[in-house]
């Protein structure tokens, strides 16, 4: 079965401040979602990467994907408040859209 | 455009029962997915369906099952509820594979 694993799980940081979040996966795929979650709420989508070496980025927050080292990064550059959230990395089966979710990493942006 | 719409938000059911959770979709998505998310577990995909078959299946007992209509609206069913099977359910939709899956807001179950 394909393993997800995302690090750090818990991150604080400051506002202001710069920080990756690594997502790693067991088996070969080139597709990588990353997904937000605020408390109590459903999953948002943020970014679609389908190919080696895909780079996307939206605001503060740039998505990567390195299907060779099967690495995917989600770096937050500049932090504000907002960002706090959990999030998640997903991966797709080779059989469908069958998503193995990572443990996700639940962000706090301190003021 | 409307999103994915999951109905009822929230369920309190007692152990023993069963219970049913729909799922309709982004018009014009084709593919459905339902993913249990505990605490303890994270998330865990149950099935998915395309154009009313199933095509893939987690790894959950067969008291959890489910099905689609010919208008791609979905619904799970949960048979002989256990507390363990408390959790937010939720249902994603897309046009098929290799494309963006978008997420209801989920139905939060309780077993008591």
């Known amino acids: 079965e394909l393993k997800v694993e995302q690090n750090p799980l818990f991150l604080s940081m400051q506002e202001g401040k710069n920080y990756t979040i690594y997502c790693n996966y067991s088996t070969t795929s080139d597709r990588l979602y990353w997904y937000r979650q605020d408390p109590g709420k459903s999953l948002e989508s943020l970014f679609v990467l389908l190919s080696n070496g895909a780079v996307k980025q939206e605001g503060r927050l740039m998505a990567s994907l390195d299907t060779k080292a099967r690495l995917s990064t989600l770096h937050i550059t500049a932090a504000v408040h907002d960002l706090s959230a959990t999030y998640f990395c997903a991966v797709d089966s080779n059989t469908g859209n069958q998503f193995y979710f990572g443990t996700g990493t639940s962000l706090t942006v301190i003021p | 455009k409307a999103g994915v719409t999951q109905t009822p938000r929230y369920l309190i059911k007692t152990r023993g029962q069963q219970v049913t959770l729909s799922c309709s979709p982004i018009?014009?998505?084709?593919?459905v997915s339902w993913y249990q998310q505990t605490p303890g577990q994270g998330l865990q995909f149950l099935f998915e369906y395309f154009s009313e078959t199933q095509r893939n299946k987690g790894n959950f007992p067969g008291r959890f099952s489910g099905r689609q209509f010919s208008n791609s609206r979905s619904e799970m069913n949960v048979s002989t509820l256990e507390l363990g099977d408390s959790a937010l359910y939720l249902c994603a939709s897309s046009l098929g594979r290799v494309n963006e899956a978008f997420f209801g807001q989920g139905t939060r179950l309780t077993v008591v």
């Open positions: 018009s014009g998505h084709r593919s």
